[in-house]
């Protein structure tokens, strides 16, 4: 009996097939496993070999063939809405090979089998909590089944050697659930921390995270110690860890939300189509790019358009294959049931791959991908008459920050500043507020914080309330006296003239001066008393603005896609590159319009086109490589001719970088000597008693003038106005399709972005640098139904930021009314 046993149970084993064994999931640093110690930078792919296309396909424009005007694909109207698609979840056995046997029963949550899965938390590269106070909140998207793995939560940090731990916190809270409260101490290097998160506390879809600091100096009580301290959270530390088997698993259309970020931040769509001609396809590899960056809905979204092979999925990665069934069935272990029938929308496993998901886009032709790509539209295609009430992004930011088309109040917990209590020296909050996009009122206007507040007694004078918008000071309020004080609706006036169209991200911080601090006796800068609080009932008011398009002008671009989010018909795209370079070009493109459909909160219509002439009287868009774009656009928007032949033939000095900025500003301030002086001492004296510039003293708008690209720079975004004048060109542009790809991966994430103004940006690889130019010429252009109203406040922004005219219209009327009391005078008045 006891040699048998032994025979029957080699018996057994050898009766298994090898190739029925699942291949185990790769957790090996190079692919994002639990062990992996610090980030990987992957290697950007090698072009893939193209082949002859399958079938025949016409010429597209763009790409050096014989042009012909694409037209987007048709989008369904609700009179003709066709029947759902049909997604299909990711089967059981989908990993398995042919002939092996099917796979067991998928084991439960409670004892999962295989490496555990992680999902990254910071949609950003870095996040630093400084100061005595300081909160960051976004969201993070999970599957159904995600939510109910029971994760666990692991943060990783590091703090200034000067934050004191005994007094300082660092806490970490899910959906208003505290699972991390940790005294800060970690100035040697990244501390790791983990807490289980509660079974139930998660839920499928979006979920709150939040991260906030308590922090105090270890020995120094001023003002200036408290920008010494800081929590550092490292991206690569921070994640969720989900139990093994397949939770990192998509299978609904609603879980692209759950692709996630890799440890920089960025979200990358593969888009893999067959082997063969690319330009037919642009059209729609576009489309279905804004559909995957609006359900995804992530801050830093690349697209990568190949051919061929399919790339390993790492983290923040997702891959979609998007072609007719036939073509496209060797890269997926199987396809949905119905993808050879209709089009189709389903989540399959790779065949390379079998350990990752991928989207299938797919149908039996080229017009049922093109089909499925647009019902995949056409449920997040807001109609024109519906308006936003607020701009969304909780993927890097929560709440949601209000929309402002007129006038109008809110409250601050409803912008996410609760009441709260501060016993420190500097408080500081931030919220977030939209603007319209044809915003008009940078030159007047004051928008009103009214403020529901206290403060002790200990406070004393010199203390005060400093107001930023979007970074730059708007208003000192001064405050302090011997016995304290509770405001009730205190009114804190700042000028409009940081505003800008779209978010706006408004500070309030608080200096507070005691004598306490001046002692600063050991242990008094610990957490004490509270010295000051701010409610929640205080209110942000925005007086009414006016409304009409300033035009060229980048930043309604930044801010909502403006004027192309309001584009009732297909916008003119043109794409110029050469042959060989299509794929790193409509690559740039879809990364571009991913961006845009996000900004503008609706997919926007596009039509390739081949000539610019069509365009003539429409906003358009051109992406493309400098030396391929059609003769006259680059001069149209602004930008110098000759750069579609000289730029970036001549390699940038790196010594030389930015030099003549460096002259000019050196010249500018003490370059200026003899007749010359007296002007710049009147020119310096305008600027620090009326913040009046130079640009300001001028009867009407400055002149177009001629840009011409920097050697250094590698990526070039222009607008001007259309040829027949009442439209918009933009054009993004660079030397090569590889600095158009790069740059515009570059720009559109969430810190580039914001980078967007002027009539002219252009970007640096190099430095990193963005850089607004000048603009010229602006025109204004009627946006809003006519009405005197609005008309006056249009005339009281242009007028003050005209005052030489303002000044000339006020003596003009000054002289008519003194020619019409003479005259009058003379008729009823006394004669001697």
Request: charged share 15%; with cysteine; proline share 10%.
């Given at each position: 009996?006891?040699?048998?046993?032994?025979?029957?149970?080699?018996?057994?084993?050898?009766?298994?097939?090898?190739?029925?064994?699942?291949?185990?999931?790769?957790?090996?640093?190079?692919?994002?496993?639990?062990?992996?110690?610090?980030?990987?930078?992957?290697?950007?792919?090698?072009?893939?070999?193209?082949?002859?296309?399958?079938?025949?396909?016409?010429?597209?424009?763009?790409?050096?063939?014989?042009?012909?005007?694409?037209?987007?694909?048709?989008?369904?109207?609700?009179?003709?809405?066709?029947?759902?698609?049909?997604?299909?979840?990711?089967?059981?056995?989908?990993?398995?090979?042919?002939?092996?046997?099917?796979?067991?029963?998928?084991?439960?949550?409670?004892?999962?089998?295989?490496?555990?899965?992680?999902?990254?938390?910071?949609?950003?590269?870095?996040?630093?909590?400084?100061?005595?106070?300081?909160?960051?909140?976004?969201?993070?998207?999970?599957?159904?089944?995600?939510?109910?793995?029971?994760?666990?939560?692991?943060?990783?940090?590091?703090?200034?050697?000067?934050?004191?731990?005994?007094?300082?916190?660092?806490?970490?809270?899910?959906?208003?659930?505290?699972?991390?409260?940790?005294?800060?101490?970690?100035?040697?290097?990244?501390?790791?921390?983990?807490?289980?998160?509660?079974?139930?506390?998660?839920?499928?879809?979006?979920?709150?995270?939040?991260?906030?600091?308590?922090?105090?100096?270890?020995?120094?009580?001023?003002?200036?110690?408290?920008?010494?301290?800081?929590?550092?959270?490292?991206?690569?530390?921070?994640?969720?860890?989900?139990?093994?088997?397949?939770?990192?698993?998509?299978?609904?259309?609603?879980?692209?939300?759950?692709?996630?970020?890799?440890?920089?931040?960025?979200?990358?769509?593969?888009?893999?189509?067959?082997?063969?001609?690319?330009?037919?396809?642009?059209?729609?590899?576009?489309?279905?790019?804004?559909?995957?960056?609006?359900?995804?809905?992530?801050?830093?979204?690349?697209?990568?358009?190949?051919?061929?092979?399919?790339?390993?999925?790492?983290?923040?990665?997702?891959?979609?294959?998007?072609?007719?069934?036939?073509?496209?069935?060797?890269?997926?272990?199987?396809?949905?049931?119905?993808?050879?029938?209709?089009?189709?929308?389903?989540?399959?496993?790779?065949?390379?791959?079998?350990?990752?998901?991928?989207?299938?886009?797919?149908?039996?032709?080229?017009?049922?991908?093109?089909?499925?790509?647009?019902?995949?539209?056409?449920?997040?295609?807001?109609?024109?008459?519906?308006?936003?009430?607020?701009?969304?992004?909780?993927?890097?930011?929560?709440?949601?920050?209000?929309?402002?088309?007129?006038?109008?109040?809110?409250?601050?917990?409803?912008?996410?500043?609760?009441?709260?209590?501060?016993?420190?020296?500097?408080?500081?909050?931030?919220?977030?507020?939209?603007?319209?996009?044809?915003?008009?009122?940078?030159?007047?206007?004051?928008?009103?914080?009214?403020?529901?507040?206290?403060?002790?007694?200990?406070?004393?004078?010199?203390?005060?309330?400093?107001?930023?918008?979007?970074?730059?000071?708007?208003?000192?309020?001064?405050?302090?006296?011997?016995?304290?004080?509770?405001?009730?609706?205190?009114?804190?006036?700042?000028?409009?003239?940081?505003?800008?169209?779209?978010?706006?991200?408004?500070?309030?911080e608080t200096i507070l001066l005691t004598a306490d601090d001046t002692t600063c006796l050991?242990?008094?800068?610990?957490?004490?008393?509270?010295?000051?609080?701010?409610?929640?009932?205080?209110?942000?008011?925005?007086?009414?603005?006016?409304?009409?398009?300033?035009?060229?002008?980048?930043?309604?671009?930044?801010?909502?896609?403006?004027?192309?989010?309001?584009a009732a018909e297909p916008i003119p795209l043109m794409l110029a590159a050469g042959g060989?370079?299509?794929?790193?070009?409509?690559?740039?493109?879809?990364?571009?319009?991913?961006?845009?459909?996000?900004?503008?909160?609706?997919?926007?219509?596009?039509?390739?086109?081949?000539?610019?002439?069509?365009?003539?009287?429409?906003?358009?868009?051109?992406?493309?490589?400098?030396?391929?774009?059609?003769?006259?656009?680059?001069?149209?928007?602004?930008?110098?001719?000759?750069?579609?032949?000289?730029?970036?033939?001549?390699?940038?000095?790196?010594?030389?970088?930015?030099?003549?900025?460096?002259?000019?500003?050196?010249?500018?301030?003490?370059?200026?000597?003899?007749?010359?002086?007296?002007?710049?001492?009147?020119?310096?004296?305008?600027?620090?008693?009326?913040?009046?510039?130079?640009?300001?003293?001028?009867?009407?708008?400055?002149?177009?003038?001629?840009?011409?690209?920097?050697?250094?720079?590698?990526?070039?975004?222009?607008?001007?106005?259309?040829?027949?004048?009442?439209?918009?060109?933009?054009?993004?542009?660079?030397?090569?399709?590889?600095?158009?790809?790069?740059?515009?991966?570059?720009?559109?994430?969430?810190?580039?972005?914001?980078?967007?103004?002027?009539?002219?940006?252009?970007?640096?690889?190099?430095?990193?640098?963005?850089?607004?130019?000048?603009?010229?010429?602006?025109?204004?252009?009627?946006?809003?139904?006519?009405?005197?109203?609005?008309?006056?406040?249009?005339?009281?922004?242009?007028?003050?930021?005209?005052?030489?005219?303002?000044?000339?219209?006020?003596?003009?009327?000054?002289?008519?009314?003194?020619?019409?009391?003479?005259?009058?005078?003379?008729?009823?008045?006394?004669?001697?």
């Open positions: 009996m006891r040699q048998i046993l032994p025979l029957a149970c080699l018996l057994l084993m050898s009766a298994t097939p090898l190739q029925a064994q699942p291949a185990p999931f790769d957790m090996s640093p190079e692919n994002g496993g639990a062990n992996r110690p610090a980030p990987v930078v992957r290697s950007a792919p090698k072009a893939r070999e193209q082949t002859a296309p399958n079938e025949p396909s016409p010429a597209a424009p763009g790409f050096g063939s014989a042009p012909a005007a694409g037209v987007a694909p048709p989008r369904p109207t609700p009179s003709t809405a066709p029947t759902p698609i049909p997604t299909t979840p990711v089967p059981a056995d989908a990993g398995r090979t042919a002939g092996s046997p099917p796979a067991a029963d998928p084991p439960s949550v409670e004892t999962p089998k295989g490496p555990a899965f992680r999902r990254y938390l910071l949609p950003m590269d870095d996040l630093t909590l400084s100061g005595e106070t300081a909160t960051r909140t976004w969201s993070v998207f999970l599957t159904a089944e995600q939510a109910a793995a029971g994760p666990t939560l692991h943060v990783g940090y590091q703090s200034a050697i000067f934050v004191a731990p005994e007094t300082s916190r660092l806490t970490v809270s899910i959906n208003e659930t505290q699972i991390l409260d940790e005294a800060v101490s970690s100035p040697g290097g990244v501390k790791e921390l983990a807490g289980k998160v509660p079974v139930g506390l998660l839920r499928a879809g979006f979920n709150v995270i939040s991260f906030a600091v308590s922090l105090r100096h270890r020995t120094d009580c001023t003002i200036a110690s408290t920008y010494d301290i800081w929590a550092d959270i490292d991206p690569a530390r921070s994640f969720l860890e989900f139990p093994g088997g397949d939770t990192g698993d998509l299978r609904r259309i609603d879980d692209l939300g759950a692709v996630g970020v890799d440890v920089a931040g960025q979200t990358t769509f593969n888009l893999i189509v067959p082997p063969g001609d690319l330009a037919p396809l642009a059209g729609p590899m576009l489309r279905l790019s804004q559909g995957l960056a609006m359900l995804a809905n992530m801050p830093n979204q690349d697209m990568v358009l190949s051919q061929g092979a399919v790339p390993e999925p790492a983290d923040g990665e997702l891959t979609v294959l998007a072609g007719p069934a036939a073509e496209i069935r060797a890269l997926a272990v199987s396809l949905p049931p119905l993808a050879g029938e209709q089009p189709t929308l389903g989540f399959v496993k790779l065949r390379q791959h079998p350990g990752s998901t991928a989207l299938v886009v797919t149908g039996p032709a080229w017009k049922d991908v093109e089909a499925a790509i647009e019902r995949l539209l056409s449920p997040i295609d807001r109609p024109l008459a519906v308006h936003r009430s607020d701009l969304s992004s909780p993927s890097w930011r929560m709440p949601d920050a209000p929309l402002f088309l007129s006038g109008g109040t809110v409250s601050f917990a409803d912008l996410g500043v609760p009441t709260q209590e501060f016993s420190g020296r500097r408080f500081r909050t931030e919220f977030a507020v939209g603007i319209a996009a044809d915003f008009y009122a940078q030159a007047y206007g004051k928008a009103t914080i009214l403020l529901d507040g206290a403060y002790t007694g200990q406070v004393l004078p010199g203390s005060h309330f400093d107001i930023y918008v979007n970074g730059d000071v708007a208003t000192t309020l001064p405050i302090g006296s011997s016995g304290g004080a509770v405001l009730r609706d205190y009114p804190v006036q700042f000028t409009m003239r940081h505003f800008k169209p779209g978010i706006n991200q408004i500070a309030i050991p242990g008094s800068n610990a957490a004490g008393p509270s010295r000051f609080a701010i409610f929640g009932t205080s209110q942000l008011s925005i007086p009414d603005f006016a409304r009409i398009s300033s035009r060229p002008n980048l930043v309604p671009m930044q801010g909502v896609a403006y004027p192309y989010n309001r060989a370079d299509g794929a790193e070009v409509i690559s740039a493109a879809g990364t571009l319009l991913a961006k845009m459909s996000v900004a503008a909160g609706r997919p926007i219509p596009f039509e390739i086109q081949s000539s610019a002439a069509t365009a003539a009287a429409k906003d358009a868009l051109f992406v493309g490589i400098a030396q391929a774009m059609p003769p006259g656009v680059l001069a149209q928007v602004g930008v110098s001719e000759a750069s579609r032949t000289n730029w970036g033939l001549a390699a940038a000095d790196p010594g030389a970088g930015g030099s003549g900025e460096i002259i000019a500003k050196w010249q500018e301030e003490y370059g200026e000597g003899g007749w010359r002086r007296p002007l710049a001492m009147l020119r310096n004296w305008l600027k620090d008693s009326f913040d009046i510039s130079p640009a300001e003293i001028r009867l009407a708008p400055s002149s177009s003038v001629e840009f011409v690209p920097g050697a250094e720079a590698t990526l070039l975004v222009a607008q001007g106005d259309s040829p027949e004048g009442d439209k918009v060109w933009t054009a993004f542009n660079a030397p090569t399709a590889a600095e158009l790809s790069s740059g515009i991966k570059a720009l559109t994430r969430n810190d580039g972005w914001s980078q967007l103004g002027n009539s002219v940006t252009t970007y640096a690889s190099g430095t990193g640098l963005f850089t607004q130019a000048p603009g010229g010429a602006v025109s204004l252009v009627q946006s809003q139904p006519f009405s005197i109203a609005n008309m006056r406040l249009v005339a009281a922004n242009w007028l003050s930021e005209n005052v030489l005219s303002y000044a000339g219209l006020l003596g003009i009327m000054a002289v008519l009314l003194g020619l019409a009391s003479t005259a009058f005078a003379s008729v009823l008045g006394r004669r001697k």
